[in-house]
C-alpha cells in the first residue's frame, strides 16, 4: 500500500475523554472548534495560515471564539488531519484516509492562494503519482468515497479510480503484477518459483479474469460504473464479463431465501438483481452461463423485479436452455399459484427456446438443405431430457394438476424425446403421489407414454407396475415379445453385414417389428389349441409354455394374471370365433392364438395392420 508522510514535528495532538481534543503546548489554546460532537481547542494562528475558511470565520467569530463546523465531509477525523496539517505534525496519508483528507481539505479551501505547497495539492500529487497508479489502493479509495459525497464525486476522485480501474482489468495478463486477491492465494512455494518464470510461463499462469474477485467488495452502485467502464473500452471478452457478474452474484446473493427478511433487504437483493441483468455482455451466445442466469431469474421472481427485465432474462435464457441442469429450473412458485415450483415460468421458457432452434433449424435449412444438423438435434435432445428430469421433479408437488404435467410434456417435439424412459420415470411417480386419479386421468397421462420407446429395464418394470391400467401393460407385453422376435431377425441381418448395426428410425423398427410379429403369429398359429384346453384359465399357458418359449415363458407373473383376467371376460367371444371358423380348421383364423384375441380385446392394431 502506498503511504506519504507530511509535516516533520512531533504529532502533540492529545485527548480528554472521548469528546475534547487539544495541543498539548506551553501556549494557551485561544480557539475552540466544534466538528460533531468533538470539541478541538486549538490556537489561531497555525490555522488560518494554511485556511482560508477559518481565515474567514475566526475574523468574524469576535472574543467568543468558537467555530461550529458541523458539515465538513469527513468528520472530526478528517478535521484533524487537516489541524495537524496546519502545526507541522507529521500526518501519513494512505488509501483509506487520503479522499476525506482531500474533502476536508476542500472544505476549509486550503489552497496554493493561501499558502505554496499547501494540502490539496500535496494531496493531488499523492494521487496521481501514487494511488491512481495502484490497483489495490485505486479500489480501496474507490470504496472510501462513497462516505464523502458529494464531495469526492465533485472532485473527481470516483471518476478517476473508476478510470484508473477498469483501465487495469484489460492490460495483458504476463504483467500484471497489482491483484492482491490472486497474489493472496499464492503459497510461499509458488511465489518463490515465481519469480523464476519467463514471460510466456507468467501469461500462462494468470487467468483472463483474475481480476473479477478483486472489485467484488464495491457497493453496487461503483461496481456497475466500474463494469460499464470497462464493457464500454470494448477490450474485455464477454465471458470474462459473465464470469465478473457470477462472482459478484455469489459474494453477495444469499444461497436461499427467506420470506420474513426486511423490506430494505428485499429492496437491495431487487436493485441487485436488476443492476446485474442490465450488465449482461450483449453476446448472446457466450459470456454467463445458463446456470447463473436462472439463478438470477429465481431471484428476480422472489423479490419481484420489473417485468421488463424479468421478460429479458427469461429471453437471454431461452437461447441457452439446453446448458442448463434440473436442479437449475426448480424456481419456487409464488402466491397465488399453490405449486411448489413455478411450471408456468418453465413451461414458457421451454416454448420460446424450442421457437429459436426452429428458426435456427428453418435458417440453415435453406444454407446447407438438410432439415436438422447433428449441433441442432443434439441440442434438442438435451431439451427433452431437461424437461423429462424436470417432470420428475414436480411429479412429487400433490398440488400439481394434470393439466400442467400434460402440457409441459407435450411441449416438446416428438424427435426431442427418442427414449421414453425419462417420461416412464415422471408418469410412475405422478401416479405414486396422486392416488386418487381416476382412470380417464390415468389413462390420460399413461397416454404421454410410447411403450414403443421403451428400454428392457424400463418394459419390465412398467410389466409390473400395479399404477398403470390394464391397457398399458398388455401393450408393453405385446410390445416385447414383438421386440424379442425382431431381435432374431435383426441379429441375423447383422450377422450378413455389420455396418447396418445402427440405431434404426422409428419407420424401420416398424417394419422388422413387424415381420417379427409375423413370424411370432405364424410359430403360434401351429399350436393347435383343443376346447379341452379352456377347462381353467391357467391351464393354456401352462400346456403352450414349452412350445412358446418366445411367449407366455417368459411374462412376469403379473402379466399371467392379466393373461388370466382378460382370458375370462373373452372367453365367450373366442368361442363364437372359433364355430365361425370351424369350416377352416386349417387357416391360421381358425386355429387362433391367444395373442390375438387379446390384440382384439385391448385394441392393439395386426401386424398388417401395421404395416
Not at 88 to 98: K, Q, R
Request: net charge neutral; charged share 25%; hydrophobic share 40%.
Amino acid at each position: 500500500m502506498k503511504f506519504m508522510k507530511l509535516g516533520s514535528k512531533p504529532d502533540a495532538f492529545q485527548a480528554r475523554g472521548k469528546s475534547v481534543r487539544y495541543v498539548a503546548s506551553e501556549l494557551e489554546t485561544d480557539v475552540t472548534i466544534n466538528v460533531g460532537e468533538v470539541k478541538f481547542n486549538l490556537h489561531k494562528f497555525p490555522l488560518m495560515s494554511k485556511s482560508n475558511r477559518l481565515l474567514m470565520l475566526l475574523s468574524k467569530a469576535g472574543e467568543e471564539n468558537e467555530i461550529d463546523m458541523a458539515d465538513i465531509p469527513g468528520g472530526p477525523k478528517a478535521f484533524e488531519i487537516c489541524a495537524k496539517f496546519c502545526y507541522g505534525m507529521i500526518v501519513t496519508l494512505n488509501a483509506y484516509n487520503v479522499v476525506i483528507a482531500r474533502c476536508a481539505a476542500e472544505y476549509l479551501e486550503m489552497t496554493e492562494d493561501v499558502d505554496r505547497g499547501n494540502l490539496i495539492f500535496k494531496i493531488e500529487v499523492f494521487l496521481n503519482s501514487s494511488i491512481f497508479r495502484s490497483w489495490k489502493d485505486s479500489i480501496i479509495v474507490l470504496q472510501t468515497t462513497k462516505s464523502v459525497l458529494p464531495w469526492s464525486e465533485d472532485l473527481k476522485i470516483v471518476g478517476s479510480c473508476i478510470d484508473s480501474i477498469a483501465s487495469k482489468t484489460s492490460v495483458d495478463p504476463g504483467s500484471i503484477t497489482w491483484s492482491y486477491t490472486y497474489n493472496r492465494k499464492l503459497s510461499v512455494p509458488d511465489k518463490i518459483a515465481e519469480e523464476g518464470m519467463n514471460f510466456r510461463d507468467k501469461i500462462d499462469s494468470v487467468p483472463m479474469d483474475w481480476w473479477v474477485e478483486d472489485i467484488c467488495e464495491l457497493d453496487i452502485d461503483l461496481y456497475k460504473r466500474v463494469m460499464i467502464t470497462v464493457k464500454s473500452k470494448g477490450r474485455m471478452d464477454g465471458k470474462v464479463i459473465g464470469e465478473a457478474l457470477k462472482t459478484y452474484a455469489v459474494r453477495w446473493l444469499p444461497d436461499s431465501f427467506d420470506e420474513s427478511i426486511s423490506d430494505a433487504l428485499t429492496w437491495r437483493y431487487k436493485y441487485l438483481v436488476e443492476t446485474l441483468i442490465c450488465l449482461l455482455p450483449q453476446d448472446k451466445a457466450v459470456g454467463c452461463s445458463c446456470s447463473f442466469l436462472l439463478k438470477l431469474l429465481k431471484f428476480a421472481v422472489l423479490v419481484g423485479i420489473d417485468d421488463s427485465a424479468r421478460e429479458y432474462l427469461v429471453k437471454r435464457i431461452s437461447l441457452k436452455l439446453h446448458e442448463a441442469s434440473v436442479k437449475d429450473l426448480l424456481i419456487p412458485a409464488r402466491p397465488p399459484q399453490n405449486t411448489l415450483y413455478d411450471v408456468e415460468l418453465i413451461q414458457c421458457i421451454v416454448g420460446r427456446s424450442l421457437m429459436h432452434g426452429k428458426y435456427n433449424q428453418d435458417v440453415k435449412h435453406e444454407e446447407n438443405g438438410d432439415f436438422i444438423l447433428g449441433h441442432e438435434h443434439g441440442t434438442l435432445m438435451n431439451i427433452g431430457k431437461l424437461v423429462d428430469g424436470y417432470l420428475a421433479e414436480i411429479a412429487y408437488d400433490p398440488n400439481l394438476t394434470i393439466c400442467s404435467f400434460v402440457d409441459l410434456s407435450r411441449s416438446i417435439p416428438v424427435s426431442a424425446r427418442p427414449i421414453h424412459d425419462g417420461l416412464y420415470k415422471a408418469i410412475d411417480i405422478y401416479l405414486k403421489e396422486h392416488v386418487s386419479l381416476t382412470k380417464a386421468e390415468k389413462k390420460k397421462i399413461c397416454g404421454l407414454m410410447d411403450v414403443k420407446k421403451l428400454t428392457t429395464d424400463a418394459s419390465t418394470h412398467a410389466a409390473q407396475n400395479e399404477l398403470l391400467p390394464l391397457r398399458v401393460v398388455v401393450q408393453v407385453l405385446f410390445f416385447e415379445q414383438v421386440r424379442a422376435a425382431s431381435g432374431v431377425h435383426a441379429l441375423n441381418n447383422n450377422a450378413r453385414d455389420t455396418s447396418n448395426s445402427t440405431t434404426n428410425t422409428d419407420e424401420e423398427w416398424e417394419k422388422t417389428a413387424a415381420d417379427g410379429n409375423k413370424s411370432l403369429m405364424k410359430q403360434m398359429s401351429r399350436t393347435k389349441i383343443k376346447d379341452e384346453d379352456f377347462q381353467t384359465n391357467g391351464e393354456l399357458l401352462k400346456k403352450n409354455s414349452k412350445s412358446t418359449k418366445n411367449g407366455a415363458q417368459l411374462l412376469p407373473s403379473r402379466s399371467k394374471r392379466i393373461f388370466d383376467r382378460l382370458w375370462v371376460v373373452g372367453r365367450g367371444h373366442v368361442e363364437n370365433r372359433s364355430s365361425e371358423t370351424s369350416g377352416s380348421s386349417q387357416s391360421p383364423t381358425g386355429d387362433a392364438s391367444p395373442l390375438v384375441h387379446l390384440q382384439d380385446k385391448v385394441g392393439i392394431p395386426s401386424p398388417r395392420e401395421r404395416v
